[in-house]
């Protein structure tokens, strides 16, 4: 009877000790998914600023053309007026 109650608290000492292992093993597991998942949330975070930059310099960028052929439709209209104005003075037109 007392080899069977050596194994038993043997054994029970291996299962701990086993238990604790997995406990241990288990415990890093978490902390690495934990990890990953802030990591993942970050990037997530980066991303969407990224994509809101990337909308404002889009509805930038389509009203440049509009304003550079308003200047330059200004220009042109300035021009001739002025040589117009120019022919007329000088008797020419």
Not at 38 to 66: C, G, T
Not at 73 to 87: I, P, R, S, Y
Request: aromatic share 10%; proline share 2%.
């Amino acid at each position: 009877p007392e080899k069977n109650a050596e194994l038993d608290s043997e054994s029970q000492k291996n299962a701990k000790e086993h238990f604790s292992k997995m406990e241990k093993t288990l415990s890093g597991l978490i902390s690495k998914t934990d990890m990953i998942l802030r990591q993942a949330d970050y990037a997530k975070e980066l991303e969407v600023e990224f994509h809101e930059q990337s909308i404002a310099m889009n509805k930038a960028s389509q009203w440049w053309p509009i304003v550079q052929l308003c200047v330059l439709l200004v220009t042109g209209f300035t021009q001739a007026n002025h040589m117009v104005q120019f022919f007329r003075k000088h008797h020419i037109f």
